[in-house]
């Protein structure tokens, strides 16, 4: 069983920047495929950027192209999202997840999920 954990959000003002983490555990991470997908409050979840086992192919949405880079270490069995130019619309709470397959924006698809770690921009 993989476990994920998330880390390294908080609050942050607009125009600023944090970089999340997420460790894995419990499975061979560098066969997975990682997605980072947010869910604000009263909104759904969705997907924001995904990265193949091998680092090779990327995925992000338009909202945050340009802006967030999604990467991974798989000798450290860790991806992350590096956030840049923060809005107060990308507050929420960030959740990273694996799945082995094809690389998906569809959280339905994903099988691991980590606990999701609060991300506040403030205006």
């Known amino acids: 069983q993989v476990q994920l954990v998330e880390s390294g959000g908080g609050l942050v003002q607009a125009g600023g920047s944090l970089r999340l983490s997420c460790a894995a555990s419990g499975g061979t991470f560098s066969s997975l495929n990682v997605g980072w997908f947010r869910q604000a409050p009263g909104k759904d979840r969705e997907f924001v950027a995904a990265?193949?086992?091998?680092?090779?192919?990327?995925r992000y949405a338009d909202s945050v192209k340009g802006r967030f880079t999604i990467s991974r270490e798989n000798a450290k069995n860790t991806a992350y999202l590096q956030m840049n130019s923060l809005k107060p619309e990308d507050t929420a709470v960030y959740y990273c997840a694996a799945v082995r397959g094809l690389l998906s924006i569809t959280p339905a698809y994903y099988d691991y999920w980590g606990q999701g770690t609060q991300v506040t921009v403030s205006s």
């Open positions: 990265i193949m086992w091998s680092g090779g192919i990327t």
